[in-house]
């Protein structure tokens, strides 16, 4: 294959079967191995789905500054488009993100804001500093990837539709985490509109207010998770465009418990995010044991971007992590 530029690239990732975990669970299990997009990171649909759009309503010319508060993904997702397209790109995140993306996006070129991690309502959260920035700076673009539903049309219009095909348009469940929403959103709004049987199930990790408002229609959270670019408390426009039959809350242990069972029984390298949609796909299947249900999942990024982290022995030593088997039953 021969692509025109980095854009022709993001998207059409494979979808791999778990062997070891359908075997174990009678169901099938299927995750689609979003980090081998161009900047690593399921991120970078959402990325270029926002950029096209911007380009063609003619809110960035070339030259423009995109703008963006970002865990890390979006930005490195958004940079490596911007680099080829033109753009200049100010990435705002908060300081407690693994090394590795700071060093992604520093070698992109962008100009990186560090900001102190603060809840939602703090103005100095990443979010409304980026807004900010993008007010202040002529010739700016806020991309907004909570907000702006370029995110969720990307998946409705891609991510959906190659999950349908992959499978054989044949799926009983799709797993998700949420940062934004959209990936949910998208994939659950076109998969339901194929076989409205299709069951959803969001995976949150602790610290985030979505399983709680799944299942009573307020925020609240309990606890804090080591995964990165998931959990939120509020509801986003993406979010709003979810189909969610069903929450799941995972914990850390049981997180790095499927991260470490990837790499030494499938051969996959999968980041936190992936580990924890991977968890509750196997728990469900687990749920239905012997029942032959066909689940798809994401795995959002590798364990590239996150190797000082749970996968530095000091690290967990520090945050009193240990590595379980994973429970068979
Ligand atoms: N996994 C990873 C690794 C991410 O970076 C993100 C987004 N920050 C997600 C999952 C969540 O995706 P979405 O924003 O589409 O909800």
Redesign the pocket.
Known sequence: MQAGSVSDVVGHTPLIKLQSLSKITGCEIFAKA?YLNPGG???DR?ALGIIQSAEKQGLLKPGDTIVEG?????GIGLATLAAQRGYHCVIVMPDNQSKEKYHALEALGVELVKVAPCPFANPNHFYHTARALAESRPNSFWAN?FENTA?FEI?YKTTGPEIWEQMGQRVDAFV?????????AGVSAYLKEQDPKVFTLLADPMGSGLYSFVKSGKFEAQGSSIT???GIMRLTE??KKARVDEAVQIHDEQMLSMLYYLAQHEGLLV????ALNIFASYQYALQNQGKGLRIAT?M??SAL?YQSKVFNPQFLNEKNLKIMPLIHS
Request: net charge negative; proline share 0%.
């Open positions: 979003e990171s399921v991120k959402t970002t865990a890390g993904n979006t990837q995110n998946h998700s985490s949420v940062g934004t929403g959209g990936t949910l990165e670019g998931i993406n979010f980041g936190t995010s992936a994401v959002g990024d971007r």
